[in-house]
């Protein structure tokens, strides 16, 4: 078809796939941000375009707990996270970039998280057909003040993994950016850059 032939066309350049940048930080053009901006920018210089969701943006609410997904694979809360669930079920790529808020992360990306319990309900109770992991890769980038890689950052790194091993990604690797704080720092260090860039390239081609 005509549609599927412009399909992952830009620019006169074709696009071999996606990833999907779930972006962390309520504070815009910080950090990780920067950060996934270069591992993006690897990404696209294997021929991968970027597709982002803000959980911060969303205005979504907190997982009830009330587990009525249990009975659906559906969140009963209509906010838009039952079309989120696909977007990212249908994903091949996956990055998720985040500072650390008191050793996790960000609540609005904590949120956003839990509310896949519906995605877990799916194939864990419902016994619902899962992704194929093998074919699909995840990738954390975690930014904090703290200087020392280690305790600080593994609370965050271990959800990020639970959330990525829920939805079906192999975990494929991360960045711990340490020592970042003050909005601006992350641009001002190239070897950080250059090694979120060629993390970004090796996420899609290796
Ligand atoms: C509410 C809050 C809590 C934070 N807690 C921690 C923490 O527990 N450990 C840490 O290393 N940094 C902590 N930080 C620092 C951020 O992780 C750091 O500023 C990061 O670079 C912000 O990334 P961003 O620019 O992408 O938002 C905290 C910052 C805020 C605003």
Partial sequence: MAGDALDGRQGGITKKGQVLAVLGSPRRGGNTDTLAAEFLRGAAAEGFEPAYIIPTDLGISACDGMNQCFETGRCVILDGMNEIYEKVLGASHVLVAT??????????????IDRFQAVWARFEILDQPRPDAARRKGFAIVAGAAPEEGKM??????????????????????????????????????????????????????
């Avoid at 500072?99 to 956003?112: E, I």
């Avoid at 609370?155 to 079906?168: D, R, W």
């Avoid at 960045?175 to 260090?189: N, P, S, V």
């Fill in 99 to 112: 500072p650390v808020y008191f050793m996790g992360p960000p609540g609005s990306l904590k949120s956003f």
């Fill in 153 to 206: 950052y593994r609370p965050t790194v271990s959800i990020i993994k639970a959330f990525l091993s829920v939805t079906g990604f192999t975990y494929a690797g991360e960045i711990i950016a340490t020592g970042l704080d003050e909005k601006g720092q992350a641009e001002r260090k190239s070897d950080l850059l250059a090694r979120a860039f060629e993390a970004g390239k090796l996420f899609v081609s290796g």
